[in-house]
């Protein structure tokens, strides 16, 4: 279990942060602490809000009613504090240059950059590739290092992103369904790398929204259940994730709720009237 500095003010509280599109709530009152040093996975239906929770928290969707602290402040330079958060989405590896090698993709990331580009003033140095080899040797990557990214698996793509976000020494990481599309090896090793990384020291704080059950590692010791805009539940993963709720949560019957390895397995039964 990390330890938890009682002391520093909570990375982002939500009080009562509600946000309306159109007339309609796709986030209800929303009411959460997230501090440093405690890991969160955040559990719900596709469509559940969880991505527009973690745009709120992190600055970039400002709600219509209710408040956000960030680092105790109510008010601070968002673009400071967007520098200090890494975004990592399922989505973003389309975005990066086949041929670009991954140690390049991670110094991007120390200049804002999506494809390293050598531009007037705003080039990379040795420093920073230095850096970067430090980092992707320390999070287990060293054999990623000269590979271009279009060759790397689906997982691995995945860990040179979680690099290039680190590369600012952020705050937070915020992990936006990162497993879409993967298939269940590379699933499994990019989560048991996750989990690794989670568990160290050296960790910045990490956020994983996701819809599967089985991606909550031992390492995310709260979680956060979201259902049409909603928090239904948070705290400890133990006491949030059970079949009770996810029942409810996803409407399907759950027949027993394995505890394997520190992760949580569902067994769901959809009756024929469920399905109809």
């Known amino acids: 279990m990390r330890l938890l500095d009682a002391s520093s ?48 928290a992190c600055g970039y969707v400002w709600p219509n009613r209710g408040a956000v602290r960030r680092l105790g402040e109510e008010l601070i330079d968002l673009a400071e504090l967007r520098r200090s958060i890494g975004w990592v989405a399922g989505d973003m590896a389309a975005q990066i240059p086949a041929r670009e090698r991954a140690i390049e993709t ?13 531009l007037p003033g705003v080039s990379p140095t040795d420093a920073d590739f230095t850096a970067a080899r430090e980092l992707l040797r320390a999070m287990h990557c060293d054999a990623l290092v000269d590979k271009p990214f279009g060759v790397l698996s689906q997982g691995e793509r995945q860990q040179v992103l979680v690099a290039q976000a680190r590369m600012v020494d952020p705050l937070l990481i915020v992990l936006d369904e990162p497993c879409a599309g993967m298939d269940p090896g590379v699933r499994e090793r990019f989560l048991a790398w996750l989990d690794a990384v989670a568990a ?17 590692m031992p390492s995310f010791e709260s979680t956060l259940l979201m259902s049409e805009g909603k928090i239904v539940a948070a705290g400890p993963t133990g006491e949030v994730v059970t079949a009770e709720h996810l029942a409810a949560l996803y409407g399907v ?16 039964h959809v009756r024929a009237e469920e399905g109809d």
Do not use: C
């Open 9 to 56: 003010p909570p990375l982002i509280e939500l009080i009562g942060a509600t946000v309306v599109r159109d007339g309609v709530e796709i986030l209800a009152a929303a009411t959460w602490r997230l501090d440093r040093g405690r890991h969160w996975a955040i559990l719900g239906p596709n469509g559940s809000g969880k991505s527009t929770l973690l745009r709120v």
């Open 106 to 118: 991670v110094v991007s990331g120390k200049l804002a950059m999506v494809g390293l580009r050598r």
């Open 200 to 216: 160290s020291p050296a960790s910045p704080t990490l956020a994983l929204a996701t819809h599967h059950v089985e991606e909550i």
């Open 253 to 268: 019957s759950v027949d027993r709720l394995d505890f394997v390895r520190g992760r949580r397995w569902p067994v769901w």
